[in-house]
């Protein structure tokens, strides 16, 4: 009875992750002046960035390797940072919040649109997690200098 319950958890907890819907902007800035933007907004804030993720190249370095003809991005990374202090303050109210740190912005540029840079985040669930979630998009629009 107990693997039930935690197959039944996974498989709860799994297709809540894959119903997060992301948020996004879309601007005309150069992808190169949005990810100076990024970085400078998340040092505003006070923040470290962690990690950058450069999936584009990623992606489209193996994609011969997979088989694949399709290019997905021209150009695309994921920033990863933490906020010592929200992130406390989210985990006490819920230890799993765990599982949504570090935080991660993408800003990617598409084949199909190739002179719009998008940038966007995963969006939170409700409660103490919404605090993190007005902290990415604070970033995020300052980033792309949107009131």
Excluded: W
């Excluded at 809540?16 to 800035?29: G, K, L, M, P, S």
């Amino acid at each position: 009875m107990k693997r039930l319950f935690l197959a039944l958890a996974l498989t709860c907890t799994s297709l809540a992750a894959a119903a997060q819907d992301i948020v996004t902007y879309e601007t005309d800035q150069s992808f190169d002046d949005v990810i100076f933007g990024l970085e400078n907004a998340i040092l505003d804030e006070g923040l470290v960035v962690d990690h950058i993720s450069h999936v584009g190249d990623m992606l489209e370095r193996t994609r011969p390797d997979v088989g694949s003809d399709v290019v997905l991005f021209l150009q695309a990374d994921v920033y990863s940072f933490c906020s010592a202090r929200l992130s406390r303050k989210a985990m006490e109210a819920d230890p799993m919040n765990i599982g949504f740190c570090p935080y991660d912005i993408f800003v990617a540029v598409m084949p199909d649109a190739p002179d719009t840079t998008v940038i966007g985040f995963r969006t939170m669930p409700k409660g103490a997690m919404q605090e993190i979630q007005t902290l990415l998009d604070t970033i995020v629009k300052s980033a792309i200098a949107e009131d």
